[in-house]
């Protein structure tokens, strides 16, 4: 079983880590998400539902 990923590593460190390109993790409406952006952020947006545009 994989060990989870610390919630504190930002989205850069994560994808040079794991030897991924630049711009892999994206955000839901598809654009890439900021590499200054935490883990834990990305998971309680994963459970939170999306906000509408007006």
């Excluded at 989870?4 to 994808?15: A, I, L, Y």
Aim: hydrophobic content about 15%.
């Amino acid at each position: 079983m994989t060990r989870k990923t610390r919630s504190d590593q930002t989205v850069g460190s994560f994808e040079k880590k794991q030897g991924l390109p630049p711009g892999t993790i994206r955000n839901p409406d598809g654009r890439d998400t900021r590499s200054d952006k935490k883990i834990g952020t990305i998971r309680k947006e994963a459970v939170k539902p999306p906000e509408k545009k007006k």
